[in-house]
Nanobody, 125 residues
Framework: QAQLVESGGGLVQAGGSLRLSCAAS????????MGWFRQAPGMEREFVAA????????RYAESVKGRFTISRDNAKNTVYLQMNSLKPEDTAVYYC??????????????????WGQGTQVTVSS
């Protein structure tokens, strides 16, 4: 049974940084596209970033481009989200997710096969 476990969330002031980690088990990690999504209270889950299985291709939401960086270490079965220059509007529960095929739909939550439980990120002004 595949399992994804996020960590690294917390409370940070605006302009600060956090690094989220997502440790995967029970799946052939390098064969999966990994994505980060977030969900604020009362809002739909939205795409943040995704990275291809080998790590050569990335995609970002416009709202985080230039501030967030997604990376992965296939030897450690872990994907990361480095978040810099954080803003109050980045406050949300952040989720990692896994699916098998890179393509235009990586921004769509519904295509992902596995999800973590989420980690809270709160950015104070």
């Amino acid at each position: 049974q595949a399992q994804l476990v996020e960590s690294g969330g917390g409370l940070v002031q605006a302009g600060g940084s956090l690094r989220l980690s997502c440790a995967a088990s029970g799946l052939s990690f390098s064969g999966y596209v990994m994505g980060w999504f977030r969900q604020a209270p009362g809002m739909e889950r939205e795409f943040v970033a995704a990275i291809s299985g080998i790590g050569g291709i990335t995609r970002y939401a416009e709202s985080v481009k230039g501030r967030f960086t997604i990376s992965r270490d296939n030897a450690k079965n872990t994907v990361y989200l480095q978040m810099n220059s954080l803003k109050p509007e980045d406050t949300a529960v952040y989720y990692c997710a896994a699916e098998r095929t890179w393509g235009p739909r990586v921004v769509t939550p519904g295509i992902y096969d596995y999800w973590g439980q989420g980690t809270q990120v709160t950015v104070s002004s």
